[in-house]
């Protein structure tokens, strides 16, 4: 099998990449992850588990607690987590419907 992968840290032409990548090694950032998984992407998210509100930790455990990603907390085992993310039967992520607003303008107005 011939692996063909391209690591950055930033780019401004990420649905680029997005449209060409099978699997995204990716941040555990909520904006990062809901995108991938709208666009059905398989992830495997590694957390910043240095941050002080661990929301990037809390949110990595859950995705793949719930089976939308796996979740990396060790480099040493990224290689395998990515072949892992190959073969996983994912479940698919469908977007609900909020619609509040009315509801809060309601709220502020009281």
Not at 30 to 41: E, Q, T, V
Not at 62 to 73: G, L, S
Not at 98 to 107: P, Q
Request: proline share 1%.
């Amino acid at each position: 099998m011939t692996k063909k992968f391209e690591c950055f840290e930033y780019t401004s032409e990420i649905d680029r990449y997005y449209d060409w990548a099978d699997i995204v090694v990716s941040h555990a950032g909520a904006g990062s992850i809901y995108r991938l998984l709208s666009l059905g992407k398989r992830i495997v998210l590694v957390p910043n588990v240095d941050r002080i509100d661990q929301h990037q930790l809390d949110i990595a455990t859950f995705m793949h607690n719930n089976n939308y990603a796996i979740a990396v907390y060790d480099f040493n085992v990224l290689s395998r987590a990515i072949e892992n993310a190959a073969a996983a039967d994912f479940i698919s992520f469908e977007s609900l419907e909020f619609f509040v607003a009315e509801e809060i303008i309601t709220f502020i107005d009281q």
